[in-house]
């Protein structure tokens, strides 16, 4: 039996990208109907969608026989996943707050099943406090998002995030959510967060990590049908969802909690570990005296993302290393590939409010590959490394992409 997807068209100019959206999903087998909101039909006519369905779309919510033939609980229920595209500033907020005053939102509201929402809007109304309110409440309510991509508006010239993500990338994203996990079978691995390590029983060296990012790809992985491990320094998260947490402090204990992960299929390095400990901790407090400041002694830490990305039985198909710089991001990055021996780094400009914030700007490095990726929420940063990873690892060769 094919899968069903029940596309939902908002009104915005980036609707006329559903239709091609549509011939994308039936190419993959995947049975589509449409439902449009009016102010969708102004930029897409529902006969131009009809014809590419093969029947009528759904657009009124009190229309007297479609109601009773195919109602909007019928159309909610009988189908596998509920897409929206474009997920416009109104839709996002009548779905967060339940609103259901036309056939669109009503359904939206009645689903059971799967919603994946591809925002697009003016960059300005994406940014505004009350459209990441909603974003965030109905990430909350998990409703799962592609997008949005940065570039140019097509209505205003201007330039910025809120672009919707292309077919294609929709397609991807909702053949993942249709299928049991393109990660399904596969052993992941991610740290996250700070480490700490002990002066003496009261202070500590650490950095500013919130391990928000680690978290994400955790969670995305799972999402896809990995079996996540995540080894996790000292963060006020919550384990993602179908994820194994270790909780570990010093980098020492990171890299034996690590090791003690393997064989995995993919090891995302995300965690920032301390480069360098005390080379004693003091068994007491250090006091203040007369003395002066005093001196402590460091060592280096043990090399976790080139630990685990020596040739070997146990190495991972797949190490991730992720690489936070404030100034020439790619070409740190490259460097660190070649010495580390990984595949791939994820290379992130912590220059602004980066750590410990909610929002990324990060370009994916391979060794022959650089793809930049707009500064955007760290959720869509994880949802599109789980995409990247899955094609990857189900490619003959994921190391060498």
Not at 66 to 93: K, N, Q, S
Not at 104 to 109: K, T
Not at 346 to 360: H, K, L, P
Request: net charge neutral; glycine share 8%.
């Amino acid at each position: 039996m094919s899968k069903r997807a029940l596309l939902i068209i908002g009104g915005g100019i980036a609707a006329y990208k559903s239709l091609e959206l549509i011939r994308r999903l039936k190419e993959t087998g995947v049975a589509v109907r449409v439902v449009m909101t009016e102010a969708a039909q102004k930029f897409v006519t529902p006969l131009a969608a009809g014809a590419l369905v093969g029947e009528p779309v759904f657009t009124d919510l009190f229309d007297q026989a479609r109601e009773f033939d195919v109602g909007h609980i019928r159309l909610a229920r009988e189908t596998d996943l509920i897409i929206v595209a474009p997920a416009t500033a109104d839709l996002m907020a009548k779905a967060a707050n339940g609103l259901a005053n036309d056939l669109a939102s009503a359904v939206l509201l009645a689903t059971d099943k799967p919603v994946l929402m591809a925002p697009a809007m003016n960059p300005f109304m994406w940014a505004n406090p009350a459209t990441q309110r909603n974003f965030a409440r109905l990430q909350a309510d998990n409703r799962k998002f592609v997008g949005p991509n940065e570039g140019e508006m097509a209505e205003s010239g201007e330039r910025g995030l809120g672009r919707m993500a292309e077919p294609q990338q929709i397609r991807d994203a909702a053949l993942a959510l249709l299928s049991d996990g393109p990660l399904k079978g596969k052993r992941a691995m991610v740290t996250a967060g700070p480490t700490i390590e002990a002066i003496d029983p009261v202070r500590f060296l650490s950095n500013r990590s919130s391990g928000k990012q680690g978290y994400a790809i955790a969670a995305a992985l799972a999402e896809l049908g990995a079996e996540v491990t995540l080894v996790s320094g000292p963060t006020a998260l919550s384990a993602p969802r179908g994820v194994t947490r270790v909780c570990v402090e010093s980098a020492r204990e990171m890299l034996e909690a690590s090791q003690a992960a393997l064989p995995l299929d993919v090891a995302v390095m995300v965690a920032a570990v301390a480069d360098w400990r005390p080379s004693a901790i003091a068994d007491e407090k250090i006091k203040k005296d007369k003395a002066g400041i005093p001196g402590i002694a460091l060592v280096e830490n043990p090399d976790i993302l080139a630990t685990l990305s020596k040739p070997g039985k146990k190495r991972p198909k797949l190490v991730i290393g992720f690489a936070a710089e404030t100034n020439d991001v790619e070409a740190h990055a490259r460097a660190k590939i070649a010495k580390k021996g990984c595949d791939w780094i994820v290379a992130n400009d912590v220059s602004g409010d980066v750590m410990g914030g909610d929002d990324n700007t990060v370009m994916l490095i391979s060794k022959d590959r650089a793809e930049t990726w707009a500064r955007m929420p760290k959720e869509i940063v994880a949802q599109k490394l789980a995409v990247e990873i899955a094609a990857a690892l189900n490619a003959k060769s994921p190391g060498r992409k």
